[in-house]
């Protein structure tokens, strides 16, 4: 079956200028999570959706960043006013129904910020 | 703060080595330990532990849990070239939600 996809693959921006990065979790998983991970460094969590619930944004680094999701489908990460230090793989995840499971990773989305 | 600290940063042996990966963690409360491999992008699930003294194995692979001494460790025997990745540990910290805590990770690199 089809697993997490992520679009664009990459994204090069100018300092200033917002960016949309796309995430579809896989079919039916109910929790979907966002993290970013700089070079050479681990996973930052940022921010969790579960269902209907209000999503968990306690890592988002600051107000520039926001992210939607509709339902148990597609969610959107969107960083607003972008900084050189945005630049990073932001990695998107999903699980069936989150706490416990297993969480499955799409191939990320490199951004780099000129 | 929570924290996860892999050891050693990076590690360099010969195809048919055996390597052991370590990761230590410090947190409030604890859920479960993940181990994760990353070839490109998207980490690979390898492993999730729960509980102390149990050994995981898949393979080639295997790793074991400390929750005493707050570590776990990941092994790989009989090293490929297709083993060559960044080994992520991970902790649940019981959080609500799943919310992993990372460590850096590990690069390993298998030469033939």
């Known amino acids: 079956g089809a697993g997490v996809s992520q679009s664009p693959s990459n994204k090069v921006t100018e300092k200033g200028k917002d960016v949309e990065l796309r995430c579809d979790p896989i079919?039916?998983?109910?929790?979907l999570y966002w993290y970013r991970q700089r070079l050479g460094q681990g996973l930052e969590f940022l921010i969790y959706f579960q269902g209907n619930s209000a999503p968990d944004k306690s890592g988002l680094p600051s107000d520039r960043f926001s992210a939607e999701r509709t339902g148990e489908s597609v969610s959107t990460l969107t960083i607003q006013r972008t900084q050189q230090e945005d630049s990073a793989v932001y990695l998107c995840a999903s699980s069936p129904s989150g706490f416990t499971d297993t969480q499955y990773f799409g191939p990320g989305t490199r951004l780099t910020v000129l | 703060e929570d924290k996860v600290v892999q050891s050693p940063l990076s590690l360099v042996v010969h195809e048919g080595d055996t390597v052991t990966l370590n990761c230590s963690y410090e947190?409030?409360?604890?859920?479960?330990l993940l181990w994760y491999k990353q070839e490109k992008k998207a980490p690979t699930f390898l492993f999730m532990l729960t509980s102390s003294g149990i050994e995981k194995k898949s393979g080639r692979l295997s790793s074991i849990l400390d929750k005493k001494e707050l570590f776990s460790i990941l092994n790989i025997t009989a090293t490929q070239t297709g083993d060559s990745a960044v080994y992520l540990c991970a902790v649940d910290p019981l959080q609500g939600a799943q919310k992993l805590v990372f460590g850096q990770g590990t690069r390993l690199t298998i030469n033939p």
């Open positions: 079919s039916g998983h109910t929790a």
């Open positions: 947190v409030t409360n604890f859920r479960s």
